[in-house]
């Protein structure tokens, strides 16, 4: 998995996987933030550098300000890699885990209100997965019903993380 984030994404990941106790799954952040094109082509290169290496890939990353997410999107299902975007941020996902929520949302400063009356202390940099660990079925159900594919990243709001999170629940 390639997120673009510095820490938000990958300590829900890792919980997640902690949780499952599932070690075949490998999270790789990079460091620096990317658009979502890039994201693919990091993906591209690890999973070429490293042949036989994944069963399967992913890039996680937020619609935001970014211009070329439909590019991305569409780069990566040619080069089989699986995307789990989030229109606008990933933190809609975290939102889905307490609520099902339908309004359109502009932006993460939208979003993070709604979040904190279900999390009053949420800090991006500080995620606990077990504020959520219990909820993650209902994640996934709530984000089903805003996009039953998980693939349309035009969609706002929507999310494809659920595809990501059942993928490792099932492994």
Same mark, same amino acid.
């Given at each position: 998995?390639?997120?673009g984030s510095e820490q938000t994404e *990958?300590?829900?990941l890792d919980g997640l996987k902690a949780w499952q106790r599932n070690p075949a799954v490998s999270v790789k952040v990079l460091n620096k933030h990317r658009s979502p094109s890039q994201l693919v082509k $990091?993906?591209?290169d690890c999973r070429d550098r490293y042949p036989g290496e994944f069963d399967e890939v992913w890039c996680l990353f937020d619609v935001d300000q970014f211009q070329d997410v439909a590019d991305a999107a569409s780069r990566a299902r040619r080069s089989r890699i699986n995307v789990a975007v989030s229109n606008p941020c990933f933190e809609l996902w975290l939102l889905l885990h307490f609520t099902r929520h339908r309004a359109h949302l502009a932006s993460y400063d939208e979003v993070v209100p709604l979040l *904190?009356?279900?999390l009053p202390a949420y800090d991006k940099s500080a995620? *606990? $997965?077990a504020d959520y660990r219990e909820r993650v079925g209902d994640a996934c159900e709530n984000a089903k019903a805003l996009d039953p594919t998980g693939e349309d990243v035009s969609r706002n709001p929507s999310t494809g993380v659920w595809r990501l999170v059942e993928k490792i629940m099932s492994r």
């Open positions: 998995m390639v997120c *990958r300590q829900y $990091f993906a591209e *904190r009356k279900h995620l *606990r $997965f």
